[in-house]
């Protein structure tokens, strides 16, 4: 179908902008994808789109996409962290010192990354798994190798410097095909959405409400599992298991990052132990939080 029909769509204003249907939806994705169309358009599209507001089927419909080109590898009893791709600021990554507490669970981490995209210019996955000693049970995809041809529109993304909709579908590429999924969002209708997007995919998922999209949990916070009739929500707080934390960063550099890990203090050491029981409680290993922190005890 030619692309000026998706433009169209997304771009004409109010009384003419439209929902794709699935069948436009893959279609535009794959001429996307496929580099079949001129970059100016596909600018155009991913703006129109942006100020319209993807619907969760046209972003369904993406990931169904996505996962025809992904180079899957199976990493079972794993669990995947859906990390955003525009890296973090305020502080440094758990999930480096949260693997060794699962170990004797023989349960898994997987994380993904890629160069940094827009729209924030923080601290990537990829920065850390490449510059640090993973143990072995965490398991880092790059984009760039399981996922090329989107790794491939990152410059046009650059050119808008803004969030366009594959900030959302990229969180979650599944490249391991886990069984497990835990990933964040910050206000409630997110939950909601990344639900009806993703869930599907996992035997279990679950969405922490934290700050910069992290699946990883510094402070008091809200969490949903869902269910069969819906979400359920629990709280984690910190200061329950004794844990009082609350060094941030104006803007963290990859060597303060990376040093956090290395040399982590008593609090952060406690704060991957919590998280660990909240991966642990994601993979179905425990009934809660905290028969899941007792376990590690």
């Given at each position: 179908m030619s692309f000026f029909k998706y433009i169209k769509a997304v771009g004409t204003g109010p009384k003419s902008n439209r929902e794709l249907t699935q069948e436009e939806m893959k279609d535009c994705i794959r001429?996307?994808?496929?580099?079949?169309?001129?970059?100016?358009?596909?600018?155009?599209?991913?703006?129109?789109?942006?100020?319209?507001?993807?619907?969760?089927a046209e972003l369904k419909a993406t990931l169904d996409v996505c996962n025809e080109y992904i180079k899957k590898v199976n990493i079972p009893n794993s669990i995947e962290l859906g990390f955003p791709y525009d890296g973090k600021t305020d502080g440094t990554y758990l999930f480096p010192l949260v693997a060794k507490y699962l170990k004797k669970f023989d349960l898994n981490i997987v994380v993904s990354g890629d160069v940094l995209q827009p729209a924030k210019d923080g601290i990537t996955i990829k920065d850390i798994a490449t510059n640090i000693k993973l143990d072995e049970n965490i398991h880092y995809f790059d984009r760039k190798e399981f996922l090329p041809k989107l790794s491939a529109i990152t410059d046009?993304?650059?050119?808008?410097k803004l969030r366009s909709a594959f900030n959302t579908v990229e969180k979650l590429l599944n490249p391991a095909n886990s069984k497990?999924?835990?990933?964040?969002?910050?206000?409630?209708?997110?939950?909601?959405?990344?639900?009806?997007?993703?869930?599907?995919?996992?035997?279990?998922?679950?969405?922490?409400?934290?700050?910069?999209?992290?699946?990883?949990?510094?402070?008091?916070?809200?969490?949903?599992?869902?269910?069969q009739n819906g979400l359920e929500?629990?709280?984690?707080?910190?200061?329950?298991?004794?844990?009082?934390?609350?060094?941030?960063?104006?803007?963290?550099?990859?060597?303060?990052?990376?040093?956090?890990?290395?040399?982590?203090?008593?609090?952060?050491?406690?704060l991957a132990k919590l998280n660990?029981?909240?991966?642990?409680?994601?993979?179905?290993?425990?009934?809660?939080?905290?028969?899941?922190y007792e376990m590690l005890d």
């Open positions: 001429q996307i994808l496929n580099e079949e169309v001129q970059s100016e358009l596909v600018v155009a599209f991913l703006l129109g789109w942006r100020v319209r507001l993807e619907t969760n046009l993304r650059k050119i808008l497990f999924a835990l990933t964040s969002a910050y206000h409630k209708p997110y939950v909601e959405k990344y639900s009806e997007i993703f869930a599907s995919n996992y035997e279990k998922f679950v969405v922490v409400k934290a700050a910069e999209g992290r699946p990883e949990i510094f402070n008091k916070s809200k969490a949903w599992v869902k269910m929500e629990f709280i984690i707080d910190p200061a329950y298991y004794g844990i009082n934390y609350d060094k941030s960063f104006d803007k963290i550099t990859l060597e303060e990052a990376i040093n956090e890990i290395n040399n982590p203090c008593a609090n952060l050491e406690k660990a029981a909240l991966h642990l409680y994601c993979a179905n290993k425990a009934e809660d939080i905290n028969s899941a």
